[in-house]
């Protein structure tokens, strides 16, 4: 191929990236606009502008930790069937792609890479829920209730004892939530030296595994 015909290939290749790169851009920012519109139809009276939360009311959905080990289809399973137990209803009526259209919007406040995928492929946990049991009533249910009721037991923190949360949430996300916290909330991390009470892996596990058994 002489070099005549390579930099005409070059050329059109990058004219095509542009052309469609352009194009996703211009997509990607509509379904923007069209999430942001119905977020604000739907969900900014619990959920805040900006998707920022209130503490005791309604978690934040635009805080960079839980976006970032979220899956698209923790996120729209979640709006999708709601929270049974909880203040959070289903919204199975916007469809799929109003549904999709509103994680497009809250993927646009992402500040960190995403790692969901990593994270729903972690393994499940192997702990003892005897132990675990201990360790929640000690630490967690201080805000999330001794049941992990949440809001509705009086608690700070989101319902993470309901089957809501628990048949869509994998271990892996649990496992990094409790480690790493949630920053400007008041999910601290709970894991190392900067953590609140520095679990160990095995703690955790043990936490997680009694977690499971809320659910059933």
Partial sequence: MNRENTFFI????????????????????????????LYNQNCVFCHQPDAIGKPGFAPSLSNPELLSISSDKYLMSTIRDGRKGTAMAPYAHLNRDGISAIVTYLRSHETLPNRSAAVEAQRAAQGDPRKGELWFRDICATCHGIKGDGYLAGGSGSAIGKIGFLSKASDGFIRETIKNGRSNTRMLPFSGPDGLADLSETEIEDIISYMRTLGK
Wanted: charged share 20%.
């Fill in 10 to 37: 070059s050329l059109m290749a990058f004219c095509v990236n542009l052309l469609f790169g352009s194009f996703t851009f211009a997509a990607n920012s509509e379904e923007i606009k069209e999430g942001e519109t």
